[in-house]
T-cell receptor, first 116, second 112 residues
Framework: AQSVTQLGSHVSVSEGALVLLRCNYS??????LFWYVQYPNQGLQLLLK??????LVKGINGFEAEFKKSETSFHLTKPSAHMSDAAEYFC??????????????FGQGTTLQVKP | DGGITQSPKYLFRKEGQNVTLSCEQN?????MYWYRQDPGQGLRLIYY???????QKGDIAEGYSVSREKKESFPLTVTSAQKNPTAFYLC???????????FGPGTRLTVL
């Protein structure tokens, strides 16, 4: 069965510093992986997704993620944090074991705090 | 504008009452999903529907019910059987065979 683990429920960085949000997955088949962002009291917005093409995926707002099969990881990075990046971030994997239902399995989320 | 709408944004209910949360999409998506979000627990799947007049239970379906009479609508009823209904509820949709889910703005339900 697929699963997702996000390491660190809270991450705090200074404005201009590197952002690194960690995500490890478990999957018996090549996974589809996603990062979503959620601002307070809003829905989730897709940042980027990996679907077995290039291992380095570029998303919106300057974020990118690298798929590393050997480490079963899909960490999210941004070279320079901006105050507007403060939000909650979710990593997700397609629940391929359930057939073609489009179901996603989400991690617990990581809250990013950006300090001025 | 195409998108997913959820209403109301905030909802208050007395204990023991049923309440229905609305989810409408004009994206012509086939599949729709309901999630519950609690602090520190991520998103948990309540129900999902891949086609009209068909739906399946997710991981935490107890105390909830849904219907899918129209492609664009997937209302969720929180019944009095749900012991701890206070949460943020998110609706999502995706085209058939696709993998990306698109989310509505959410409804925050508070039981008084």
């Amino acid at each position: 069965a697929q699963s997702v683990t996000q390491l660190g429920s809270h991450v705090s960085v200074s404005e201009g510093a590197l952002v690194l949000l960690r995500c490890n997955y478990s999957s018996s088949v090549p996974p589809y992986l996603f990062w979503y962002v959620q601002y307070p009291n809003q829905g989730l917005q897709l940042l980027l997704k990996y679907t077995s093409a290039a291992t380095l995926v570029k998303g919106i707002n300057g974020f990118e993620a690298e798929f590393k099969k050997s480490e079963t990881s899909f960490h999210l990075t941004k070279p320079s944090a901006h105050m507007s990046d403060a939000a909650e971030y979710f990593c997700a994997v397609s629940d391929i074991g359930s057939g073609n239902t489009g179901k996603l399995i989400f991690g617990q989320g990581t809250t990013l705090q950006v300090k001025p | 504008d195409g998108g997913i709408t959820q209403s109301p944004k905030y909802l208050f209910r007395k204990e023991g009452q049923n309440v229905t949360l609305s989810c409408e999409q004009n994206l012509n998506h086939d599949a729709m999903y309901w999630y519950r979000q609690d602090p520190g627990q991520g998103l948990r799947l309540i129900y999902y529907s891949q086609i009209v007049n068909d739906f399946q239970k997710g991981d935490i379906a107890e105390g909830y019910s849904v219907s899918r009479e129209k492609k664009e609508s997937f209302p969720l009823t929180v019944t009095s059987a749900q012991k701890n209904p206070t949460a943020f509820y998110l609706c999502a949709s995706t085209p058939q065979g696709a993998d990306t889910q698109y989310f509505g703005p959410g409804t925050r339900l508070t039981v008084l």
